[in-house]
Each structure stands twice: as C-alpha cells, then as structure tokens.
C-alpha cells in the first residue's frame, strides 16, 4: 500500500504545519496561556487587559473608538466593559449629544492597576526566548502582514 504523504499528487501546502494561519493561531494560543497566570493576579482576563490597554493610552474613548482600536464588533466588546465597569475599573456613561455613544472612562482603581500591570511586558519578553529587538521586528512583520489582509478584504 501506497502511504498518501509520499503520492506525487501531495499538496505541501496544504499540510497544517504549513499554514501561516496555523502558525499565528497555535502562537496565539499559546501566547495567551503566558499572559492567563500574570493576568489572573489582576484579576483581568486576556480580552479584558487589551480593553483596558487602549484606556491606559488614552481614556475617556466611545465604545465604537475601543473597539475600532481592537479590531472588534462593538457588540461584542459591550459585555467586556459592562463587566469592567461592574469590578469598578471603569464607567460607561452615555453622551448627552447623542445617547446611542457610550463613553468609557477609567475610575480611580483602573487608572491603578496600570501600576500593577507594568512589569508584564517584562515577563513576556523573558518568556519568548527572543530580544526586544527581536520581538519588535516580528511585531512590525506581523502588523504589515495585518494591514496587508486588511486592504485585501
């Protein structure tokens, strides 16, 4: 019998090891499960620490602006914040020009736990196996890669 990975029909590319998509995905993943025990000390989940990293750069953003800054569905950011809001790191008020935005601005314990959260990029590093340098040229890679995908849709 004839094993299929030796077929001269063989698709290469389409085996999963290599998919670029797999890659970031599987990466992602396990990105993910290096930032859950340094977040859980925050008591932030991974969604909820990018929501408050886009406040802790600018505060006081609609939640249409969030999500935009996040590459999300604002209907799926509105759970995150109502959750936020009810562990008291923000409020989400509506604006008295037009009630349908949603304003969210940080409350005085959400300004705070930057403080706590500042040694986690630190951590992140350490656990990459990789330089700043390093890192850092993979980030600006994989937001070209980005913004290539989003001009092609």
């Avoid at 999500?67 to 409020?91: F, I, M």
């Avoid at 949603?102 to 992140?124: H, N, S």
């Amino acid at each position: 019998m004839t094993d299929k990975r030796n077929t001269p029909d063989n698709c290469d590319h389409l085996l999963l090891d290599n998919q670029v998509c797999f890659a970031l995905h599987s990466t992602s993943l396990m990105m993910t499960k290096v930032y859950k025990p340094l977040l859980q000390a925050l008591g932030l989940t991974y969604p909820q620490y990018l929501a408050m990293l886009v406040l802790w750069e600018r505060d006081g953003l609609t939640v249409s602006e969030i999500s935009a800054r996040l590459l999300t569905d604002p209907g799926s950011l509105t759970p995150l914040l109502k959750r936020l809001e009810v562990e008291g790191l923000l409020s989400r008020t509506r604006s008295r020009e037009d009630e349908r935005v949603v304003i969210v601005e940080l409350t005085g314990p959400g300004r705070a736990l930057r403080d706590k959260a500042r040694d986690i990029p630190q951590c992140i590093l350490g656990a990459s196996g990789h330089t700043l340098q390093q890192l850092q040229k993979l980030q600006a890679e994989l937001q070209a890669l980005r913004s290539h995908l989003q001009d092609s849709l």
